[in-house]
């Protein structure tokens, strides 16, 4: 039960093999089971899942199933869920129980989901590894050992073992992508405006954007059907239709043109991996595909360039927890700016207050033009490789992370650790889709392909994601834990 | 030394829009503390703001009717710091790219005279809440209803030289924005707030002195006494031999004094970006064109079309275009007398008069426009004479009627022009004063005509007023002086 | 760009982060080398290139002046720290 695909799940549930109440009653056991040691999960709603599970079988009975009626997911502590704690893995939240609803929440309530709880995450979505979460970090479900990736760690976690069968996540600077290759799952982030950001807790404004993650392209084309589309309260949410994402999943790959950008597959790149992702385009040419190298030539700007934008956005972003109407407020405050000092210092961990301090730098006077508006003139230059390499191929492929995922404690330093994100991170700076597919094994640690489209090309890069699932079955590939049979 | 003033304003002027401006929280004054701040006015984590258009479209009509430049692309940026009052810990303004650009206010001094004062620009803000001090166990309160209001901030070149004219501006600005409906423009509530930047300079010096700059100040009469204090202030520090700092100083109205703000213990850095939850706006020239033809007229043109068409002096047009109710009120006596003139004196004298003494606005007014111009019609078409007419306005504020012709009748006012009757009541008059008649006859002749304002009153009085006073002043002097 | 103390305990003050001098220590080496990583960008000659704020050439919607939100003060102060009469309390601001 607890292996299975959303399609398939809701393929059992229409003919009754098990119920939603079942299903949720299995999975709800596996968390409480299995999550004690994965930490996972920081919230798990067993009353109201099990409520939302009744309520979908009793519609299914009444032949008013909707697309996800009765498919339990898990959802990153950092959309607000009404009446549930929601932390953004900071112990500033650890209080704050939401008095609404993310609209992706609403969205994914609205088509028939059954919500288990919040998933583990970076404090504030900051982090690549899940090691920032104030609740301790994930592990790997495939090797206790090894990081999860993040900042969606705890999503990627969930699913790989088992304990749902899909989660959402976001993703600032790859933290859908990178923790979905770590954990040999797939996951979508979606062109920036595609998906409402209202009710996500923000980390840089510009950069974050939600999307699934799953055990199949099919799956996230499921979710981001239901997820997508144009909300009144988030302006940079964009007014255009939403198309069927599974309509073009079985289109063939013959004639589609793939670009390998030299830059990520340069220094620093582990050779399992390479390896691993240049047997994936063989695949591709397989299937019809022809392959050719393209350059992004300001490749190398990307992570200084978010390092200056991301930590900016934020720095104003988090100055809203100030301990006056929410969250962490510290003990007897003696005045105002001890009241702000103290709470901000106790509430924020070390990840989060060193962006913060970053950011407030480098917006700070005679430091704006030097950091950010530089920042931001190169990042048009980053978008512009893309919509030139764009105008040659259809869609470009990479490792979706230099290394498989790396041992616990094993980035001590802060800038090794963002140097881990150098495919990633300019695909949000540009705003462009991507995914990463399970694509093989570097010993016994996933290894991610990542795919990248131009702007609004979800249902190609779902489609081409499908087919190579259908000729390969890495996405099949469970840890012990998961093929544990209870 | 002869000294200048020089003088700049930052006008706030929050709109009258129904909802905030990024959110759909109720702007309405005076509710329950937080009951009108909601999730985004309260900065929840996840909220975002979304542009209300009213806010936009009061804000280019400003523009329009200051014939300021519209700029097509305008943003939102973010101005960092922390405040109870602020709950996201930054207000969005816009720092570089604002919806207004340069354009210029036309202020009328107490000569009559007029000059243009130039307007920088006007930007886009949110109002922030209001902390109350009163005692909550040595804590204050803070009420987040204001937070999230839309504030249009209007900008002055330094073009003002003197407290009268900084007045005059800020008077200026509110008759345009009242004009326009785009604000209440209602001090006392804090629809209009404006910060004040002083500095002087020595009479014919090209460059400006250090300035300081007022915060707050709330009404036009403090404007100008908080300007008086600070010039001189500012004069005798430099006469003294000392200098001005360039500092933040609060006008105390109490004692009619500005003083320095506690300096905080470091400058400010705003640490202004653009707002990346909101995108840049874009006005078409389509909608700035539908604006711009749907403005109402404006008071400039209101008062030259008084002073043109109507034929009234430049201090009447002045007075009555400096309000849109004053205009409207004057307007539409005049449109029911259809007599400009008329008009203009019954509004400036009797009702101006009534008005001041009852400490009323023109709004609330217990004589309606329509009310008082059929009274001025009467006095027109010789129906009623003037004793009558102030009588019939006091019954009209008095409520003792529901129109002037109502009044005339129930009262019996109406003008006795009949000419028998006045000379039945003369020669009743005379008969009843012999010693009057007798003195009259034997005064000087040049004298009499002082004297006669005797049997004027008398027969006045026996008319109870409505005898038509020419008439019974012709009358007299022929029947008076028959008999010399 | 050398980063130094004192800029650390200036940015810390502006966003109302207290700090230990210890941990004020420990910021100024991680934000040295961030930093030292940023300067990158100044190698890249970006002259006459336009800033882009947003990934999507799109403009801001416009909302109708309506009121849509109802008063929910006891549900967003169920979360509140601290609140008396409907206020969130600080302590005292002078002014």
């Keep these: 039960m607890h292996d299975k695909t959303l399609a398939e799940l809701t393929r059992s549930l229409d003919a009754g093999d098990f119920s939603s109440r079942e299903l949720t009653q299995h999975l709800l056991g596996r968390i409480d089971r299995l999550d004690g040691e994965l930490n996972s999960f920081i919230t798990v709603t067993h009353e109201q899942a099990l409520a939302a599970a009744d309520a979908a079988d009793a519609a299914r009975a009444a032949g008013k199933a909707g697309t996800l009626t009765g498919l339990p997911l898990a959802l990153k502590d950092i959309f607000c869920t009404q009446d549930v704690k929601t932390t953004a893995g900071s112990r500033m939240l650890d209080s704050f129980i939401a008095p609404y609803d993310a609209t992706v929440v609403e969205k994914l309530k609205a088509a028939g989901a059954v919500s288990l709880g919040k998933t583990n995450m970076d404090e504030f979505a900051m982090g690549s590894s899940n090691e920032n979460s104030h609740y301790g970090p994930v592990k790997n479900p495939w090797d206790f050992t090894a990081v999860p990736g993040g900042s969606s760690g705890g999503s990627a976690a969930a699913v790989a073992a088992g304990l749902v069968p899909a989660a959402i996540g976001t993703d600032t600077g790859g933290s859908i992508r990178q923790p979905a290759a770590f954990c040999g799952i797939t996951g979508l982030k979606p062109t920036y405006g595609r998906v409402s950001r209202y009710g996500m807790i923000a980390y840089a404004s510009s950069l974050d954007q939600a999307g699934p993650m799953a055990r199949s392209a099919e799956d996230c084309a499921l979710l981001l059907n239901a997820m997508a589309g144009h909300d009144l309260r988030d302006s940079t949410c964009v007014q255009r239709g939403v198309p069927d994402y599974t309509e073009e999943l079985g289109t063939a790959l013959s004639g589609l043109k793939i670009g390998l950008p030299s830059e990520y597959f340069g220094d620093g790149l582990d050779p399992q991996v390479e390896a691993a992702v240049r047997e994936a385009i063989k695949v591709f040419e397989s299937l019809g595909a022809s392959v050719r190298e393209v350059s992004l030539p300001h490749t190398h700007y990307a992570i200084p360039a978010y390092y200056v934008i991301a930590p900016a956005e934020a720095s104003s972003n988090l100055s809203r927890y100030d301990g006056v109407r929410f969250g962490h407020r510290c003990a007897n405050p003696v005045d105002l700016i001890d009241l702000y000092k103290r709470s901000r210092a106790e509430g924020f961990g070390d990840e989060v207050k060193r962006r913060i301090l970053i950011g407030t730098h480098t917006l700070s006077e005679g430091f704006f033009d030097a950091y950010y508006k530089k920042a931001q003139q190169v990042r048009r230059l980053i978008r512009q490789d893309f919509l030139d390499a764009f105008e040659e191929v259809d869609v470009l492929m990479g490792p979706a992370s230099p290394t498989p995922a790396f041992d616990l404690g094993a980035n001590k330093d802060p800038v090794s650790m963002y140097l881990q994100d150098i495919y990633t991170i300019a695909i949000n700076l540009a705003g462009i889709p991507g995914m990463s597919v399970p694509a093989g094994f570097a010993g016994k640690r996933p290894v991610g392909l990542q795919i990248l489209g131009s702007h609004f090309t979800e249902s190609r890069l779902l489609n081409v994601a499908h087919q190579f699932q259908l000729a390969t079955d890495w996405h099949r590939q469970r840890p012990a834990l998961a093929e544990e049979n209870t | ?207 400006f002195g250090t300035r300081a700059e007022i915060k707050n100040v709330n009404s036009f009469r403090f404007v100008e006494r908080a300007i008086a204090f600070e010039v001189e202030r500012q004069i005798e520090l430099l006469e003294d031999g000392g200098k001005v700092v360039q500092e933040t ?87 029911v007398c259809r007599d400009a003139k008329q008009a203009a004196n019954w509004v400036q004298g009797e009702l101006a008069g009534a008005l001041n003494r009852e400490n009323l606005s023109i709004a609330n007014s217990p004589v309606s426009a329509r009310q008082l111009g059929e009274l001025v019609a009467r006095v027109i078409d010789d129906t009623i004479n003037g004793k009558a007419a102030k009588q019939v306005f006091q019954a009209l504020w008095n409520g003792q009627g529901a129109s002037a012709d109502d009044i005339i009748e129930a009262q019996g006012l109406k003008q006795v022009t009949d000419t028998g009757a006045i000379e039945a009541m003369i020669d009743q008059v005379i008969a009843d004063s012999p010693a009057q008649v007798a003195q009259y006859r034997d005064a000087e002749p040049d004298k009499r005509g002082k004297m006669i304002g005797y049997f004027v009153g008398q027969v006045m009085k026996a008319s109870r007023g409505t005898a038509n006073p020419q008439q019974v002043n012709e009358l007299l002097r022929q029947k008076l002086d028959a008999l010399c | 760009m050398a980063l130094e103390h004192a800029d650390v305990q200036r940015a810390a003050h502006l966003a109302r982060l207290g700090l230990t001098d210890d941990e004020a220590a420990r910021y100024v080496d991680d934000l040295g080398r961030i930093l030292e990583m940023v300067d990158m960008l100044q190698a890249l000659d970006t002259e006459g290139v336009a800033p882009l704020a947003h990934p999507l050439d799109v403009t801001q919607r416009l909302r109708a002046d309506e009121v849509t939100e109802r008063d929910q003060r006891s549900r967003f102060q169920q979360c509140a720290p601290a609140v008396e009469n409907g206020l969130y309390l600080v302590p005292r601001v002078v002014e």
């Design chain 2, 1 to 207: 030394m002869q000294w200048e003033t020089v003088i700049g304003l930052e006008v706030h002027v929050q709109l009258a829009t129904r909802s905030k401006i990024f959110s759909g929280a109720s702007t309405a004054f005076g509710a329950e503390p937080n009951t009108q701040a909601c999730a985004v006015d309260l900065g929840l984590p996840g909220v975002l703001p979304v542009l209300n258009e009213a806010a936009v479209a009061m804000a280019v009509k400003f523009g329009l009717a200051i014939h300021a430049e519209i700029p097509e692309v305008s943003v939102f940026d973010r101005k960092n710091y922390f405040y109870p009052d602020l709950p996201k810990g930054y207000q969005t303004s816009q720092m570089y790219q604002p919806i207004v650009g340069a354009g210029e206010v036309e202020i009328t001094l107490e000569d009559g005279t007029t000059k243009p004062i130039r307007v920088h620009h006007a930007h886009l803000e949110e109002d922030a809440g209001k902390s109350l001090h009163e005692d909550f166990h040595g804590m204050t309160g803070v009420d987040l209803n204001r937070a999230g209001t839309p504030l249009l901030e209007i900008v002055s070149e330094p073009d003002m030289r003197s407290a009268k004219e900084a007045a005059a501006y800020l008077k200026a600005i509110h008759s345009i924005v009242t004009y326009l409906g785009i604000s209440d423009g209602n001090m006392a509530e804090g629809s209009m707030r404006c910060d004040v930047n002083v500095s002087v300079r020595p009479k014919g010096q090209e460059a």
């Design chain 2, 249 to 335: 100083r609060l006008f105390d109205p109490e004692r009619d004094e500005t003083r320095s703000m506690r300096t905080k213990e470091e400058a400010n850095d705003y640490r202004y970006f653009p707002c990346p939850d909101l995108l840049p706006v874009v006005l078409d020239k389509a909608y700035i064109d539908h604006l711009r033809d749907n403005l109402p007229e404006l008071p400039a043109e209101k008062r030259a079309r008084f002073e043109n068409e109507l034929g009234l002096s430049a201090y009447d047009a002045s007075v009555l275009s400096a309000t849109r109710e004053m205009a409207d009120y004057f307007e539409e006596v005049k449109d």
